[in-house]
């Protein structure tokens, strides 16, 4: 057994990230400036998108566009039930009714006929996951979208580095990144909306910072803009300078975090087939770079002779932290008792919510922590 335990995730921190923020707070400057303004364009040109808005959290990016969107009671919106429980949570509080589709069984994405089955007249926005590191088939979703005039507000915090059809995902239509610390990049908290749609832009950037109609910091001047006009009422969600700077460096970085992300991956792809009672999950086919976000299995519970939750603490015993990624939003507890959601509503999503694990993946991994993760799993599932 590993005297020393492997956490699920840990951020690949480096002295020059370090240095980076430590100029910021040398500065004098530390709320948004200069490096939250650098961190958006650059931004930009690594995804390929037409403009950013760089935010405190993606929380945050879902709270802003459901309220830029204006949508809010009698309205719908489609979302995976697979998925964090932040985009329901903020399609309830703007009083709007989340309408639950169900998932590929070994991608946990929603398919373009899942999501069509959905659609009603009410529906007023869908929100497509692209899970752990690969991407949901975009194609047949926007055309669908356009043809009834329904907004597409990709997730896509966990695509930081994937490419669907040959092209960055955040490139087209509009998005919302994540760089909490368990993400492919981190600003400690922070997020990212990028959109081809100007006005929407325009309408998060000020919705992100009071409803003011020019940021507090000057873009030309480098500087405190004067005060503004607010041109309606909004919120506190820009980022600081001292996230931009972390975010800059983590950025500079991205492909050689994504490059040990997929050696990693590829090395539980060598090894999981010794252990029957892992199931993997399949690669879509329009994936075609995978940023490895998360490295997720399904237990085989009924081979195994144990839960998943089981599995998962006696890994914990072994040193191998594990991740969960993630129960069913229409199995929590709120939403049974308040929508009266139920098991048999959405059969993929609710077999594999009983049955997911994330495995230990972060860059600072080396191939004989990984080989640790498969021996132990051997371990616990032989006793």
């Not at 001292?242 to 050696?263: H, P, T």
């Amino acid at each position: 057994m590993r005297s020393q335990f492997l956490p699920f995730s840990r951020p690949s921190i480096k002295e020059e990230d370090i240095a980076a923020v430590g100029d910021v707070l040398r500065s004098g400057w530390i709320t948004a400036g200069q490096n939250t303004a650098r961190f958006e364009q650059e931004f930009c040109q690594y995804v390929g998108c037409a403009g950013a808005v760089a935010l405190s959290s993606a929380t945050a990016g879902m709270h802003l566009v459901l309220r830029a969107l204006g949508i809010g009671p009698g309205d719908e919106v489609i979302t995976p039930s697979m998925t964090w429980v932040s985009t329901v949570n903020h399609i309830v509080l703007a009083g709007a009714s989340p309408v639950f589709v169900d998932i590929e069984k070994d991608t946990l994405m929603v398919s373009p006929d899942s999501v069509e089955k959905c659609l009603s007249s009410k529906t007023r926005m869908i929100v497509p996951v692209h899970f752990a590191g690969a991407s949901v088939h975009m194609a047949p979703i926007r055309k669908m979208a356009d043809q009834k005039g329904v907004p597409v507000i990709e997730d896509t915090a966990h695509a930081l580095g994937t490419h669907y059809l040959g092209r960055p995902v955040g490139s087209e239509g509009s998005s919302i990144f994540s760089f909490h610390p368990i993400k492919n990049i981190t600003t400690g908290e922070g997020g990212m909306f990028c959109s081809d749609d100007e006005d929407l832009l325009k309408h998060i950037k000020r919705l992100k910072f009071h409803g003011l109609g020019v940021d507090a910091y000057d873009r030309q001047t480098q500087g405190r803009s004067p005060q503004a006009q607010v041109l309606e009422p909004g919120y506190k969600y820009n980022m600081t300078d001292i996230a931009a700077a972390l975010g800059l460096s983590q950025l500079g970085r991205i492909n050689q975090l994504n490059k040990k992300r997929a050696e990693l991956a590829m090395r539980y792809r060598e090894r999981l087939p010794e252990i029957d009672e892992i199931i993997p999950l399949s690669d879509p086919p329009h994936t075609t770079r995978h940023a490895w976000h998360l490295f997720i299995v399904r237990l085989d519970i009924d081979r195994a002779g144990l839960t998943r939750d089981d599995f998962m603490h006696e890994l914990k015993k072994k040193n191998i932290g594990t991740g969960l990624h993630f129960r069913a939003v229409h199995l929590q507890k709120y939403y049974t008792e308040s929508m009266g959601t139920h098991y048999g509503m959405l059969p993929n999503t609710e077999w594999n919510s009983d049955r997911i694990c994330s495995l230990p993946l972060f860059p600072d991994m080396t191939i004989e922590d990984v080989d640790d993760v498969v021996e132990a799993i051997k371990t616990v599932l032989k006793r």
